[in-house]
Nanobody, 117 residues
């Protein structure tokens, strides 16, 4: 069973930075994409960023473009989210995910990011 374990969340002041990590256990041969969603209190889960596991091509939601950077380390089976110039509206529970070539999706347990104004 694949496990995705996030780390790096915390409390930061507006304008600050955080780096999230998500380590995946298990096979990689069927992995297509890894990335991040987030869910703020009282809101639905929204896409943040993703990286194609083979090509490294990245994709971002408009609200985070220019501030967040998603990257992966294939050897470590890890995806990262570098978050700069954080805003209070970035406060959310951040979830790591992986999409497989089969079409299925696995989720991590989430890591809390809180940005104070």
């Amino acid at each position: 069973q694949v496990q995705l374990v996030e780390s790096g969340g915390g409390l930061v002041q507006a304008g600050g930075s955080l780096r999230l990590s998500c380590a995946a256990s298990g096979r990689t041969f069927s992995r297509r994409t890894m990335g991040w969603f987030r869910q703020a209190p009282g809101k639905g889960r929204e896409f943040v960023a993703a990286v194609n596991w083979n090509s490294g091509t990245t994709n971002y939601a408009d609200p985070v473009k220019g501030r967040f950077t998603v990257s992966r380390d294939n050897a470590k089976n890890t995806v990262y989210l570098q978050m700069n110039v954080l805003h209070p509206e970035d406060t959310a529970l951040y979830f790591c995910y992986e999409d497989l070539v089969t079409g299925s999706r696995n989720w991590g347990q989430g890591t809390q990011v809180t940005v104070s104004s």
